[in-house]
T-cell receptor, first 115, second 111 residues
């Protein structure tokens, strides 16, 4: 089983609140990712990191921000939550390149509801 | 047109059936092909990983890639109720670490 953890698993929060979704991995992976997943829809990449102090925006525009101060930790922050942010957020990590064979391990996800 | 197309289903089959799940894609630069399984309220987990065209077998699962047709398949033999989940295909270009996912196919195996 993959050692990547997301907290909280479920979160219901009011509009305008600031929230941080936590993601930690104990595998020493350099690459980490945040995906957004709505029911029956594709996973959309919203942020990724290739290592400490390296963060990039993904394909899906997002009002969230991320930081990567430590290898094992990749939190995602929403400064002011809105109902449109209601979704499932999945964190993933992958090992250093082995000639393209880089499996992504996913956390259990955080299901966010903004009311 | 989306880069990866996958029928969302649901696909409902009786226990013991052979299941065929499929994806098509439009980008010929994709070289690595993956199938993930996602149970309800869980994160995806990697089932199969193949490079380029051909078949790969792992127990009851067989992944097939046809690059000439831009078509990939996952076959599940002797399907079990525990196989009920959403199956996502994903693919990557050479030199890229970031896969492009299909929307997933919901599979229901009933006893």
């Amino acid at each position: 089983e993959a050692d990547i953890y997301q907290t909280p698993r479920y979160l219901v929060i009011g509009t305008g609140k600031k929230i941080t979704l936590e993601c930690s991995q104990t595998m020493g992976h350099d690459k980490m990712y945040w995906y957004q997943q709505d029911p029956g829809m594709e996973l959309h990449l919203i942020h990724y990191s290739y290592g400490v102090n390296s963060t990039e925006k993904g394909d899906l525009s997002s009002e969230s921000t991320v930081s990567r101060i430590r290898t094992e930790h990749f939190p995602l922050t929403l400064e002011s939550a809105r109902p449109s942010h209601t979704s499932q957020y999945l964190c993933a990590s992958s090992a250093p390149d082995r000639g393209g064979d880089t499996e992504a391990f996913f956390g259990q996800g955080t299901r966010l509801t903004v009311v | 047109q989306k880069e990866v197309e996958q029928d969302p289903g649901p696909l409902s089959v009786p226990e013991g059936a052979i299941v065929s799940l499929n994806c098509t894609y439009s980008n010929s630069a994709f070289q690595y092909f993956m199938w993930y399984r996602q149970y309800s309220r869980k994160g995806p987990e990697l089932l199969m990983y193949t490079y380029s065209s051909g078949n790969k077998e792992d127990g009851r699962f067989t992944a097939q890639v046809d690059k000439s047709s831009k078509y990939i398949s996952l076959f599940i033999r002797d399907s079990q109720p525990s196989d009920s989940a959403t199956y996502l295909c994903a693919m990557k270009k050479g030199g890229s670490y970031i896969p492009t996912f299909g929307r997933g196919t919901s599979l229901i195996v009933h006893p």
